[in-house]
C-alpha cells in the first residue's frame, strides 16, 4: 500500500515537473559538460609523476588564468571540502573508479579536522561537503564515526545563553561580542545528520534553537539579512546587525541571502517545522523581487545595493545556491508557488549554463564570474570552487525529478 501511495505521489510529482520545464535546459547535456571540466582539472592537478598532492586543493581560478589556484588544507580554509564534494558527485554520477579514488584521496585529506579542536562553524562546510557527499555514497563506517565527531566538536562553539553557535571565535573582540554569521545556517545541518544518525539528540536542539535566534534576530523587517549578527556574550542580547563581505550593514549581499534561503529551507527538511518553512519563503520572496529590480538576468550582482548598479559585479556562486535551494523548496510548498520556485531555478540554471556564464575552453572550473570577499579586494568576477559545487548539486536536483536533495541517496 505504502508502496502505491509513493509511486502515485512521485508519478504526480513527474508530471507537474514536466509540465513546468523548459526545453532551454538540457540538465544531462550540463552535467555532461561538469564532468569533462572535472577531468581536465584533474588532469592539471597531475604532479609529474601522476599523483596528486591530496592536501593542496582548489579554490579559485582568476581572470586570465586557467587552472585551479589550490589552497593546503587547513581548518582556516573553509573551502577544501567542495572539491571532494564535486568528485562525490561526478562518482554518483559515473561510478567511475578512477573519480572515486580521487574523491577519497582528497577527502581523507581533511581528515585531521574532526581530530582536532574546531577551528571555526565552517567545520560543517568542510565535513558535510566531502565526508557528508562520501558517506552518502559508500556508508563507510569510518566516515560516520567523523562526522559525529566532527558534529560534536562544531557544537562546543554553541552559547546557550545566546542561543547561536559562535561563529569566528577569533573575532570576538572585533566585533565587541559573540557573533553569528548567516553563512552558519548551513553548518546546521552537520548536527541534525548526527542527531539522526547516533550522534546526541542535543545536537538537533541546538541546530533549532540556532535556527530560532537567527530567525529572530538577524533579519531586518523585509527579510533582507544581516550578514553577521552580534550578541553580548554574558546577557545573550542582541547588540547589532552589520556586514563582512557585503556592501553596507543593512544591503543585500547576494550569496549571504544565498545561505538563509538554503539555510532555512534545509531545517524545514529536518524539523518540518511551519514557521521555518515560511520563513524560508520569506527569505527567499524579498531576494526574487530585488533580483528582478536590480538584474537584467537571473544571476544577482554580488550585493544587490551596490550604488554601480549593473555596472558591479556579478556573483555566480549565490545563484547556484539559490537555484539549488529553490529546487528542494518547490517540493515543500503548493502551486502556484510550488511551479513558481522552480521556474525561478530552471532561469537562473538556464542563465548559468549560457556561454556567458559557463567557462567552457576559458578555463577547466564550470562557471566564471562569482565574487568571493569584495570588501577585500579578493576574488572578484572570478571562478571560485563552491559556485561550481552548488551548480552540480542544483543540476542533479533538477534532474531529479522535482528536486528532492541532491546527492541524498543519489
Ligand atoms: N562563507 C563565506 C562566504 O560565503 O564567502
Keep these: 500500500m505504502k508502496k502505491i501511495l509513493f ?23 550540463e552535467i555532461g559538460y561538469c564532468i569533462k571540466q572535472t577531468n581536465r582539472a584533474l588532469i592539471g592537478m597531475q604532479q609529474a609523476d601522476g599523483a596528486y598532492n591530496y592536501t593542496m586543493q582548489p579554490r579559485n581560478i582568476l581572470q586570465n588564468q586557467q587552472q585551479w589556484n ?44 574532526a581530530q582536532q579542536p574546531v577551528f571555526d562553524h565552517d567545520l560543517g562546510f568542510l565535513m558535510l561537503t566531502s ?18 565527531n566532527a558534529a560534536d566538536s562544531l557544537a562546543t562553539l554553541y552559547n546557550p545563553t545566546v542561543g547561536t553557535i559562535l561563529s569566528w571565535p577569533r573575532h570576538v573582540k572585533d566585533y565587541g561580542g559573540h557573533n553569528t554569521i548567516m553563512d552558519n545556517m548551513i553548518n546546521l545541518e552537520l548536527l541534525f545528520w548526527a542527531a539522526e ?4 539528540p542535543e545536537l538537533r536542539d541546538i541546530a533549532i534553537k540556532h535556527a530560532e535566534t537567527t530567525m529572530n534576530y538577524q ?5 533582507t539579512c544581516y550578514h553577521v549578527a552580534v550578541y553580548d556574550t554574558l546577557t545573550g542580547d542582541f547588540i547589532k546587525g552589520v556586514t563582512h563581505q557585503g556592501y553596507a550593514d543593512s544591503s543585500m549581499w547576494s550569496r549571504g541571502q544565498s545561505w538563509a534561503i538554503y539555510g532555512f529551507t534545509m531545517v524545514y527538511r529536518f524539523t518540518k517545522d511551519k514557521r521555518f518553512l515560511d520563513f524560508a519563503q520569506k527569505v527567499t520572496n524579498i531576494y526574487l523581487k530585488r533580483l528582478k529590480e536590480t538584474s537584467k538576468d537571473w544571476v544577482p550582482l554580488w550585493d544587490m545595493d551596490d550604488p554601480r548598479g549593473t555596472q558591479a559585479p556579478k556573483d555566480a556562486s ?39 556564464y559557463q567557462s567552457r575552453d576559458k578555463n577547466v572550473s564550470f562557471l566564471m564570474h562569482a565574487t ?38 543519489t
Design 219 to 223: 533579519f531586518q523587517d523585509d527579510g
Design 131 to 148: 565526508y557528508g557527499k562520501g558517506y552518502e555514497l559508500t556508508h563507510q563506517a569510518a566516515y560516520k564515526k567523523l562526522l559525529l
Design 70 to 113: 589550490c589552497r593546503q588544507t587547513s581548518a582556516q580554509e573553509w573551502c577544501s571540502g567542495f572539491w571532494s564534494g564535486i568528485l562525490w558527485m561526478n562518482y554518483a554520477i559515473t561510478r567511475d573508479s578512477n573519480i572515486r579514488q580521487q574523491a577519497e584521496g582528497f577527502t581523507h585529506a581533511l581528515n585531521h579536522l
Design 7 to 29: 509511486a502515485a505521489i512521485v508519478g504526480c510529482c513527474f508530471v507537474a515537473c514536466s509540465s513546468t520545464s523548459p526545453q532551454s535546459l538540457d540538465a544531462d547535456k
Design 318 to 356: 549565490a545563484a547556484c545556491i539559490v537555484a539549488s535551494a529553490l529546487l528542494e523548496l518547490c517540493q515543500y510548498v503548493e502551486n502556484p508557488t510550488a511551479m513558481q520556485y522552480r521556474q525561478a531555478a530552471t532561469a537562473m540554471l538556464t542563465d548559468l549554463s549560457s556561454d556567458k
Design 372 to 409: 568571493g570577499h569584495h570588501p577585500a579586494g579578493s576574488e572578484i568576477d572570478a571562478s571560485i570552487i563552491y559556485a561550481d559545487y552548488y551548480y552540480l548539486e542544483a543540476l542533479l536536483r533538477f534532474r531529479s525529478s522535482c528536486g528532492r536533495p541532491a546527492t541524498r541517496g
Design 197 to 200: 544518525n547516533g550522534g546526541r
